[in-house]
């Protein structure tokens, strides 16, 4: 942490030293970002821009491969639209073809809490593998742990994922151009307040189901139709997260038009209720694109054909370059900064 | 979305902007009270949008920022028990207090849970005897009939485990303050509709004539923002200050007595400080004596606590609407959502992280 200089004018707060993790560093936001900067990439990995998408590309012996992995803790279990077991599948799956990758083959690791009944255990599976079949891979390996009662919740799965990519592929969110057309897959939101609409504790009910989707036929029709230079899957964080790390990994300036952005209305009704911001809900089955401004059109019918393209839409475009910032036209004609979610979305008091 | 889309409407926004700039002759400084109104202002661009005659301030309107240092050091404190189960508004964890946080404490391991509702935590009472469970009681007269519902219920329940730490504020007194305080610069007010709505706005009608400022109630779309702009420039263009009603589909002039009843019951009105500002006479609510049951500061034995607050900090200027968030040294470099130096930074309707979220550091 750097030093405080303030030149005779201090606020009454002192910094906080962050030595411990809290659940903030997990929201996808600026917090996990700090954690990784600041602790496993010195320690782990390299400091590339590229190392920041969500799969590594290895090369050896003339193919290019992927790989990535993805931790999955969820409450509940079973959610409205989906499972753990669906979500860790197709977590894996999507950040292969975030690189552009066909997906191979799976790995699967289980941390089970003692007490956890078969049925559910079942349940998880036939849903992990019903995912797998939608999206073409399959499950080569696993491994199991249990832990005592009450040092996990249920159930964890972590997946592992290897992919291959063909040729001429070269997806990175390092590589957005002036002039790139901003394409999101589908409306906004929607597995964030799903799951958070199956807590009971809120309160209230909706008809929303989550998106979480295998998204790796989505992208190959994508690719197939113009050339691609940036995907993202809008995970923890939202959509403002994803486009914020893009513009900071390509120094881009990403400008959105607010009236373009797809959202169902029970997913902007539950945000005004709240007081969160749709863009820093979470999606399992969405993506964002920044496709080459002349082939956008092209590769937005491609999306409109597919499953979980249906209602792909153009947001905005990459207008500047050498400044790192997400802007907004809002609707009423003013403008605002987009940047990613601080720590974890908490609701408004009043 | 009905009752939300047409206050949203670019055409009536366009109308609206173009009627206040024909309207408008010289320089005039308006407040907007609550921290709400601030965030929409900023979520929507409006307030680049807006006739440069108009110097818009940021109120203290935000029950995060104006929780004193101390409040949130007592619930540190309490929360930091093993017995306890603290409860809170989710903002409320990230404040930072003089040495750490409430998610610090969590992480900790105390037992500090976000609720959405104070009869949570009554419920979590009822089903941990065992526990005590502490509920943190803040927020503005929007906030206070459900939070006296939570004490309410407890009593009828008898239950013994369950109390309040209260923080809770008041808008007048506040608006009193800043009206009579050297230096200030607001000429007009746009009071914020959903305190209004609990409160009415008969209490503003003796402020605005003691100190000739026109007070118009608003609600928090832009349409309703550029409505109490309008209303009150035309009745400074006009020399008039009255209080006005824009937000007349939520507020009435006696607001809403069954809340009014709740409240009265629970809670009297007692001075309370500020943070960065200091104490202001009456400006909050405490529990009344007949609950002192109820008030965790007695139970755990925290209401001695005090902690300083710098002297040097603008945070209680920005507050009072007498500096801008661009005047602070710290603000972008040190003072960020993730490290917020001072209060008006931590909440997302906090003025400091309004600008630091929606806008460039162009006001300077």
Known sequence: MTELR????ACPAPLRPEERVILGHGSGGVLSRDLLKR???????????SSLDDAAVLETGGQRLAMTTDSHVVTPLFFPGGDIGRLAVCGTVNDLAMVGAQPLALTCGFVLEEG?????LRRVVASMQAAAQEAGVRIVAGDTKVVPRGSADQLFINTSGLGVLAAGVCISGANAQLGDVVIVSGTIGDHGIAVLAAREELGFETLLESDVAPLNHLVAAMLAAGEVHVLRDPTRGGLATSLAEIAEQSQATIELDEERLPFKPAVKAACELLGFD????????????????????????AMRQTKYGEDAAIIGRVTGSGKAQVLLRTAIGGARLVDMLPGELLPRIC | MKYLEEYRSPAKTQALLREISSLITKPWVIMEICGGQTHAFLRHGLDALLPPQIELVHGPGCPVCVTPLEQIDKAIAIASRPEVIFTSYGDMLRVPGSTKDLFAVRADGGDVRVIWSPLEAVQLAEANPDKEVVFFAIGFETTAPANAMAALHARQKRLRNFSLLVAQVRVPPALEAILSSVGNRTQAFLAAGH???????HEYLPLAKKYQAPIVVTGFEPVDLLNGLYAAVRQLEQGRCEVENQYQRMVTLTGNEAAQRSIAAVFQPVDRKWRGIGVIPQSGWG?????????????????????????????GEILQGKKKTSQCPAFRKQCTPQTPLGAPMVSAEGACAAYYTYQEFRHD
């Open chain 1, 6 to 9: 303030l030149e005779g004018v």
């Open chain 1, 278 to 301: 749709p863009l820093f809900v979470a999606n399992e089955g969405k993506l964002v694109a920044l496709v080459k401004a002349g082939d956008a059109e092209a590769v937005l019918a």
């Open chain 2, 195 to 201: 305190v209004c709505a609990v409160m009415g706005f």
């Open chain 2, 287 to 315: 529990l009344r004596p007949e609950f002192a049951d109820f008030d965790a500061e007695l139970k755990f034995e925290v209401n001695t606590m005090t902690a300083p607050e710098s002297p040097l900090c603008i945070a």
């Open chain 1, 116 to 120: 956890l009944p078969f049925e559910t």
């Open chain 1, 39 to 49: 602790l496993f990439l010195p320690g782990l990995g390299e400091a590339a821009p």
